[in-house]
């Protein structure tokens, strides 16, 4: 059985930082595009982040582009979303995502790509 399990969020307050993690279990995903996206509640969930099966590219939605990192350890099955310089509007439940044959710059949510259950982030002005 394959899960998706993301951990690390939390209450922050403006400026500060969280890192999130997404851990894979039930499958090796070192060939798979991993990636974030977020959702608040009455809107359609929204891309993020999101990296190569190997680590070499990565693509951000520019809302967060110079603020986010992402990475991943596949010797792990893992990824991590690094968010420095929080703002109030990054408020959202943060979920990891794992989709073969994606391209970076393309993906939206699909039914196709293995999730996780979501992680809440708070950020306080």
């Known amino acids: 059985q394959v899960q998706l399990v993301e951990s690390g969020g939390g209450l922050v307050q403006a400026g500060g930082s969280l890192r999130l993690s997404c851990a894979a279990s039930?499958?090796?995903?070192?060939?798979?595009?991993r990636g974030w996206f977020r959702q608040v509640p009455g809107k359609e969930r929204e891309f993020v982040a999101a990296?190569?099966?190997?680590?070499?590219?990565?693509y951000y939605a520019d809302s967060v582009k110079g603020r986010f990192t992402i990475s991943r350890d596949n010797a792990k099955n893992t990824v991590y979303l690094q968010m420095n310089s929080l703002k109030p509007e990054d408020t959202a439940v943060y979920y990891c995502?794992?989709?073969?044959?994606?391209?970076?710059?393309?993906?939206?949510?699909?039914?196709?790509?293995?999730w996780g259950q979501g992680t809440q982030v708070t950020v306080s002005s």
């Open positions: 995502a794992a989709r073969f044959l994606i391209p970076l710059d393309s993906w939206t949510p699909d039914k196709d790509a293995y």
């Open positions: 039930g499958r090796t995903f070192s060939s798979y595009t």
């Open positions: 990296i190569s099966g190997s680590g070499s590219s990565t």
